[in-house]
């Protein structure tokens, strides 16, 4: 009986830790895709802000808009920069529950840095026009 009872904690066991491990893959490749969705913009972030502290130089009432938009890119290209080594060590962590938790984080984390991106990048834009 206690032989019968091991084997069927153990099953549960295994069941539980691949769900888990599935779980984990998945969240990882969905938040993988943040990153790969938002990189390429990130990469431009600094050019954007070149050229609009240049168009606020040819037009001082422009100055204060621009240095709010310069802020954001700063702040949206900081924030890239300070969660892709997050990304690198959580792939490198051991399945289970634990790096499970942190990709639900990292996912909720990339999908602000890839809103606060865009955000950037489009008022970065509409002041170039």
Do not use: R
């Not at 502290?53 to 009432?61: L, Q, R, V």
């Not at 938009?69 to 300070?82: H, P, Q, V």
Request: hydrophobic letters at 40%; proline letters at 2%.
């Amino acid at each position: 009986m206690k032989k019968i009872l091991a084997s069927i904690i153990l099953l549960f066991a295994v069941a539980c830790t691949d769900k888990v491990a599935e779980e984990s893959a998945k969240l990882k490749a969905e938040t993988f895709k943040i990153h790969d969705d938002v990189m390429p913009i990130s990469m431009n972030l600094e050019d954007l802000k070149a050229n609009v502290m240049k168009k606020a130089e040819s037009d001082s009432t422009l100055k204060s808009t621009a240095l709010d938009i310069s802020l954001e890119l700063d702040k949206a290209y900081t924030s890239m920069e300070e969660w892709m080594p997050k990304l690198g060590e959580a792939a490198e962590m051991k399945d289970g529950e634990e790096k499970l938790k942190v990709f639900v984080s990292l996912k909720t984390e990339g999908e602000q840095i890839k809103q606060k991106t865009l955000d950037a990048k489009k008022k970065a834009e509409d002041f170039l026009k």
